[in-house]
């Protein structure tokens, strides 16, 4: 995993530009610690810091291909899992490899097969590859969107990177945003609308998609999309598909030269990464299995159940643990520390986002990243399978986003003229009517089927996008690459397909899923319900955000006093404990992180001096 940046320039002689190229590639250290390259040539500057993970004497980038009077250079992000596959393909076509790193099989690809190489591969990237002779640039982005990819066009210019830090790092982009930008940051947040980059100008290349740059302009293709058909295998078939393809993907994400580990809460979704590994590891005569899991200091005593979550993980944990025979190490995080790192997870994230829930995961990959370089997630399972209550609305149709709660709220605490500015709610209905007007519908669905499969297309390409965003930011903020086997498309496109009634069978949520891993895990963890990403439930966090808002509404030189209204704010942050209990995003988020978001939004304000229009 790295950071990649680059920039193209039909006027300036980019050979001279290497203090600015610095700078953006400067700006992704964390990303890629180990090492750093940079390629200048007239009109193309490329830029590359490194996460060593596979062939660390071979995977130098920039990387440059010569054929004939013809080079290519590429900066890449990400891992293929097919590798193998795709070197010996090449190599029956007369390719001759020098590496044994996945970048050169990714750029000789290109090479070989143009554009169309993104089809065939199985694995997550970010790329851009400059074609010397053409004069062209080529950025890709992988199916599912795990690794991230901006950009921005300036007159006869065209910068790109893996986050915004590195196109702000360059004089041309500013921080500045238009009305889109402030709804994005002040409604969408922290989700955000595929394709916003939030500054003005700046543009996300979609997952899934493909764009070239040379003197015409720029010119972008959708390579990959969710294709709707009839599902032709029983239930028994089906839950052995599932299992086959998970299984595969497991064994293909655990390759790599540096340790690997998983992490693990004791759900379904992380015990079946962790099951499956243990099996591939104990074939291969490897192991224990090394696995993660993150609580918080005294959250046993502070733990209530509810709704969304049920049960706490650290029992289950060691179920799995002690059944699977794994080498395992409990992270615990204090208050203090929760809270002073909510400034870092911005930073991480280039803008304010889940609050507690983003930077208690910045500090537990800091803690893995002691011991591991690359781990294994069971993120995306519930939009995959259908583990969220949204999903279960009995076909009562809906007309905005279901993980939005308490708009009218949440709304209330801007200024008035913002209110009336941004209209929150119309914005918000918009993008929801933009993605349903992108379900890929099929002929003689019936209503059920029909609203499921709508249900299913938001979760996939509106809300996992924010948890995939969240895990790689939070994790090459440490240095550690995530990988997510259930983000495999082969997965993705077989899973989509599967009715609603076969994939609640046995009248369970992510039924089967559960049906796939029978026998894999102990049958307690096979029936437990589900349970999110545990956060805090310390009183004492509460404590610690309600005095920091305060601090900030007190201090007159807050940006944020420009934004909200500061004595609703005042009120909300004084509430008694049942107003602070209602969440108003998705499972997580209740008071405590409402008030956490805002103090991230004004770190964000000041930090990157956002210009406000």
């Known amino acids: 995993m790295c950071g990649i940046t680059g920039w193209v320039d039909w006027d300036l002689d980019l050979c001279h530009e290497g203090p600015t190229l610095e700078a ?44 004939g009077e013809r080079t290519y250079t590429i900066t890449y992000n990400g891992e293929l899992y097919n590798t193998p596959e795709l070197r010996r393909e090449l190599e029956s076509r007369g390719r001759v490899f020098t590496t044994r790193s996945d970048t ?21 990237f970010a790329f851009g590859v400059w074609d010397e002779g053409e004069q062209s640039l080529f950025l890709a982005r992988d199916r599912m969107g795990v690794k991230p990819l901006f950009y921005a066009r300036r007159g006869n210019a065209f910068l790109f990177g893996s986050e ?22 002040l409604v969408m947040n922290p989700a955000r609308t595929p394709g916003h980059g939030v500054f003005r100008g700046v543009s996300e290349l979609k997952p899934g998609h493909h764009l070239i740059f040379n003197r015409k302009g720029i010119h972008i293709r959708r390579y990959w ?47 079946a990464i962790t099951a499956l590994a243990a099996r591939v590891l104990q074939r291969l005569g490897q192991g224990p299995v090394s696995t993660f899991s993150v609580d918080y200091i005294n959250n046993d005593q502070h733990f209530r159940p509810d709704h969304f979550q049920p049960n706490a993980d650290g029992p289950w944990v060691r179920l799995v643990s002690e059944y699977l025979r794994t080498a395992h190490r409990y992270v615990v995080i204090d208050t203090p520390e929760l809270v ?38 069971g993120e995306c399972a519930d939009e995959l399978f259908g583990g969220y209550p949204w999903f279960f609305g009995n076909g009562a149709p809906i007309r905005v986003f279901p993980w939005f709660r308490m708009i009218e709220q949440r709304t209330s605490l801007l200024k008035k003229e913002f209110d009336q500015r941004l209209r929150p709610q119309e914005y ?83 039924g089967i899923l559960r049906r796939a891993l029978s026998g894999a895990l102990p049958d307690g963890v096979l029936e437990r319900r589900k349970s ?48 602070m209990n209602l969440p108003w995003f998705g499972q997580l988020m209740t008071g405590p992180q409402l008030l956490a978001h805002m103090v991230q939004l004004d770190t964000w304000l000041r930090e990157y001096r956002v210009i406000i229009p």
């Open 24 to 67: 953006m590639v400067g700006t992704l250290a964390k990303r890629g610690p180990d090492a750093a390259g940079i390629r200048l040539s007239t009109r193309a500057a490329l830029g590359h810091r490194r996460l060593v993970v596979v062939d660390p004497q071979g995977g130098s980038q920039p990387m440059t291909y010569r054929q």
């Open 104 to 124: 050169e099989v990714l750029l000789v690809a290109f090479v070989e097969w143009g554009p169309v190489c993104v089809e065939r591969l199985n694995g997550i």
């Open 164 to 185: 915004l830090k590195a196109l702000l790092a360059n004089p041309l982009v500013q921080p500045e945003l238009d009305e889109d930008g402030l709804a994005e940051a």
């Open 225 to 271: 999309a969710l294709e709707s058909r009839p599902h032709q295998d029983d239930l028994d078939a089906t839950a052995e598909t599932v299992r086959f393809i998970l299984q595969d993907s497991v064994e293909r994400q655990l390759v790599s030269d540096v340790p690997v580990s998983v992490l693990l809460s004791g759900g379904i979704d992380s015990s």
């Open 340 to 377: 002073e790192a909510l400034a870092p997870a911005v930073r991480a994230r280039d803008h304010s986002g889940m609050a507690d829930v983003d930077a208690s995961l910045y500090l537990f990959f800091r803690e893995i990243k002691k011991e591991a370089t690359v781990v294994l997630s």
């Open 428 to 510: 918000l209905k918009e993008r929801y009517r933009e993605a349903l007007d992108e379900v890929p519908r099929l002929p003689g669905d019936d209503p059920v089927e029909s609203h499921s499969r709508e249900i299913f297309y938001m979760t996939i390409t509106r809300f996992m996008p924010t948890l995939l965003d969240r895990k790689d930011r939070m994790s090459m903020a440490a240095g550690v690459e995530a990988r997510v086997p259930f983000c495999d498309h082969r997965l993705v496109e077989y899973v989509w397909n599967i009715p609603w009634s076969m994939k609640t069978c046995d009248g369970r949520e992510k």
């Open 532 to 579: 999110p990403y545990p956060k805090t439930h310390n009183p004492a966090y509460l404590s610690a955000v309600r005095d920091r808002i305060i601090q900030i509404l007190d201090d007159r030189s807050s940006p944020l006093l420009s934004l909200v209204d500061e004595a609703a704010v005042r009120r909300f942050a004084l509430a008694d404990a049942a107003a």
